[in-house]
């Protein structure tokens, strides 16, 4: 079945840099577009980036992140650098597919000083 792992999340100061991976498997990872979005309390999920053919970021992200795959690894990465405190959320990646789609658990990505 499929799934889907983030990790890399972690506590950042201020422009500061991390870089989250979802690790996928239970598909064909390379036929699929991948995205991350992320979450704070109280708001609704926000897209962040995409990843198929070519990359699509949120205005928001774009400039400071950026998102790749290693398809023989089958993981899809986000790369976020200059954060800022405003960036704290949980961060997720989306698998869609023809029939639905499919979120991992999140990674806790928190900025602050």
């Known amino acids: 079945q499929v799934q889907l792992v983030e990790s890399g999340g972690g506590l950042v100061q201020p422009g500061g840099s991390l870089r989250l991976s979802c690790a996928a498997s239970g598909f064909t990872f390379s036929n699929y577009v991948m995205s991350w979005y992320r979450q704070t309390p109280g708001k609704e999920r926000e897209y962040v980036a995409a990843?198929?053919?070519?990359?699509n970021y949120a205005d928001s992200v774009k400039g400071r992140f950026t998102i790749s795959r290693d398809n023989a690894k089958n993981t899809v990465y986000l790369q976020l650098n200059s954060l800022k405190p405003e960036d704290t959320a949980v961060y997720y990646c989306?698998?869609?597919?023809?029939?639905?789609?499919?979120w991992g658990q999140g990674t806790q990505v928190t900025v602050s000083s």
């Open positions: 990843i198929g053919g070519t990359t």
């Open positions: 989306k698998l869609t597919m023809e029939t639905g789609y499919y």
